[in-house]
């Protein structure tokens, strides 16, 4: 059962947190190109991107949040496949 978890708590942590960076690179590109101003998407510890339109630039921040909610998405993920691991065991 721990290596159901340990796989399914990797396999979640590595699929979300690249889909967050490609999400951050993306978004960056795209406002670098449209010329949006500065934005932030969460706050504080939390902050998952922060794009700065500076005079001299710009500035992208892939912040702590990213690796956070990768974590708990890992976490989610494990929780979920030792609980499916767990029912599909007993019925056989």
């Known amino acids: 059962m721990l290596r159901v978890a340990a796989a ?3 396999f979640g942590f590595v699929a979300v ?3 967050l960076i490609c999400l951050a690179f993306g978004l960056a590109i795209i406002a670098d190109v449209r010329g949006w101003r ?3 998407i969460g706050s504080g510890l939390l ?4 794009y700065k339109r500076m005079p ?13 909610l990768a974590l ?3 976490v989610l993920n494990a929780v979920a496949g ?7 065991s007993s019925r056989r």
Not at 82 to 88: D, F, K
């Open 8 to 10: 399914s708590f990797v």
């Open 47 to 50: 902050t998952i991107v922060s």
């Open 56 to 68: 001299e630039g710009t500035e992208t921040v892939i912040g702590a949040g990213t690796v956070v």
């Open 17 to 19: 947190g690249l889909l």
């Open 82 to 88: 030792t609980v499916l691991w767990a029912r599909t």
């Open 72 to 74: 708990l998405a890992g």
């Open 38 to 40: 500065s934005f932030n």
